[in-house]
């Protein structure tokens, strides 16, 4: 079909809005004004000459190839799917591998692991005041919480599961963690060259604290090293948008602690971008408004190949490709009317997979009420099975592509992205600019707010079509004081039953090597395989540099 004349095509456009606004004139529209959630304007139309200045092999392209567009695999998912990653960790690790064993019967292909050490400040950069399950400054931990802190744990969480055969995502930022991993690895004689899955050493951004920071790259630099199959980290702006900022700031977040971390690896240790940048994670967070998620993700693909390639000097095309994992919004699950919350994570779901996302967690609907439980975490994961088997969304290499709507908010959201990280390297990049980056991350979510309570925005149940609220209909998952025992005991049983000589001796050298300028990883797989806990290791280590640099400085600030 012949395309219309530029001339033409603006004759046709004018004559159409002349029509329009003569109709809406006797017909007003619903809304003054129509924004998507990050606030970008959205016109009635697109059309051709919303992306007329578009290179299509420059900007566009074809899935698998740069920029990466359309998608990072030439084959969409026709090849393989996009990983279903249930996330589980509440109170047992006999529990938790309970949960995960029946997840994988039901068709699970990935496990995401929410546990670690008891902590005051999880949630606060990596949360590395490790207290031990009988400390009572972790009385009430994470209520229905798991804590992870010995071999024994591990062992426990294991069993009857191959860690060789399963993508592991270990959400827990503390090293530590990633040590005892490597350790049941070794006591299962599982070669770690075969373990794949990822661990959070970075997540928000480089510490600022020196011995933190220390551990971040230490991690990063053993895994690059060791680990061929692991994703060295996962950069982790998921979390800050489910805090109120806006897509355009996720996007830029996120790949400001990348080029933080590419720029430290190759200053501080040596290694080239090409060395790490494959080995890159990231983590995106899917929010309500689904034509403003599809285009984020594929405006945060191109962003990082452009940015790997032109800023970052990268060579090798691995180094370009932005491979991500998405979690559903937890913050707009509601309380009211809970099983809305199924369609909202079906339709956040279904942005995911249409902005090209290689794995996927569905929060599940009892979300906002505790941790959730067996039946709503695999009623999550049939919705994800259902998007995948019966809507024909895996015939398609993104199937998006191409539309005039979703091709300008691309545009426009990379260039707000732009913007934000401009503005971050001005300050001297991620770490330095946390503060500001805070501000504006908690205006954001002041601004959204303000439209829930004025009522410019519709939250079904909660501001608008209140009628009919209902409690949820199903059981909760509880804080159970049975189990809080159990994690103690369990402690306790380890430190009776280990040898004490072997445990001293680990403990001394241990405080050596925290003390060196030694890479600290090996070191912390033989104290763990020595049965320290995860809290004597944290202790070997404030006794080694001192408690304030175990700590980056927002924690003081707080």
């Known amino acids: 079909m012949a395309q219309p004349e530029a001339n033409d095509l603006r004759s046709a456009e004018s004559q ?49 190839q740069y920029p990466y567009t359309r998608g ?19 109170n047992t690790c006999e529990e938790t591998n309970a949960r995960w064993r029946y997840l994988i019967s039901q068709g699970a292909t ?135 900022c806006t897509a355009p700031q996720e996007i ?12 430290a690896l190759a200053e501080e240790r040596g290694l080239a971008v090409d060395q790490v940048a494959p080995k890159f994670g990231f983590m995106f967070c899917c929010h309500m408004d689904f034509l403003e998620e599809v285009a984020k993700l594929r405006a945060a693909r191109r962003m990082w190949a452009r940015i790997s390639k032109e800023y970052l000097s990268s060579k090798d095309p691995r180094s370009q490709i932005l491979r991500f994992h998405v979690q559903t919004a937890g913050s707009v699950l509601t309380r009211e009317q809970p099983l809305n919350n199924i369609a909202r994570a079906a339709i956040q779901g279904l942005a995911a997979i249409m902005g090209g996302a290689q794995s996927l967690h569905l929060c599940p609907m009892d979300e906002a009420y505790t941790i959730p439980t067996e039946f709503s975490t695999l009623l999550s994961l049939r919705v994800q099975q259902i998007l995948a088997h019966e809507t024909g969304v895996m015939s398609v ?87 809080a025992e159990k994690r103690v005991s369990n402690l306790q049983r380890v430190r009776e039953e280990r040898d004490s000589s072997k445990v001293e001796a680990a403990k001394e050298k241990l405080t050596r090597a925290f003390g060196s300028k030694e890479n600290i990883i090996p070191h912390m797989v033989e104290a763990a395989r020595a049965n320290l806990s995860a809290g004597e290791i944290h202790k070997c280590r404030v006794a080694a540099v001192g408690e304030r640099a175990c700590y980056s400085e927002v924690c003081y600030e707080r």
């Open 16 to 64: 159409y809005e002349a029509q329009v606004q003569k109709f809406i004139q006797a017909h007003p529209e619903l809304s003054p004004a129509y924004t998507t959630v990050s606030g970008l304007p959205v016109k009635r139309l697109y059309g051709p000459s919303d992306i007329e200045a578009q290179d299509y092999l420059k900007d566009i392209g074809f899935p698998g």
């Open 72 to 90: 990072s695999s030439l084959d969409g998912y026709r090849t393989r799917a996009w990983k279903l990653q249930p996330l589980v960790g509440f």
């Open 110 to 244: 990935g496990l995401v692991l929410d546990g670690g050490p008891p902590t005051s400040c999880e949630g606060i950069d990596r949360g590395q005041t490790c207290y031990e399950s009988d400390d009572e400054r972790a009385e009430g931990y994470g209520h229905c919480g798991l804590a992870i802190e010995t071999l024994a744990d591990w062992k426990t969480l294991f069993e009857g599961v191959d860690p060789s055969t399963v993508n592991m995502n270990l959400l827990s930022h503390q090293s530590v963690q990633l040590a005892m991993y490597l350790a049941l690895a070794e006591e299962r004689q599982i070669d770690k060259s075969k373990l794949r899955g990822t661990h959070e050493a970075i997540t928000y951004g480089l510490s600022d604290g020196e011995e933190d920071r220390r551990e971040q790259l230490d991690e990063i630099e053993y895994c690059v090293k060791n680990l061929p199959l692991w994703n060295v980290t996962t950069f982790k702006a998921r979390n800050i948008r489910d805090g109120g």
């Open 252 to 263: 830029a977040i996120n790949l400001a602690m990348a080029v933080d971390a590419a720029r």
């Open 397 to 483: 290499c993104d199937p998006m592509g191409g539309s005039y709507c979703i091709e300008t908010l691309t545009n426009q959201l990379e260039e707000q992205a732009q913007e934000f990280l401009n503005e971050i390297e001005k300050r001297g990049g991620e770490c330095k600019a946390r503060s500001w980056i805070i501000g504006q991350v908690n205006s954001s979510a002041y601004e959204y707010r303000k439209k829930i309570e004025s009522g410019e925005r519709i939250i079904v149940g909660v501001n608008e079509f209140k009628e009919g609220d209902y409690t949820y209909p199903f059981p909760l998952t509880e804080y159970s004081r049975v189990a």
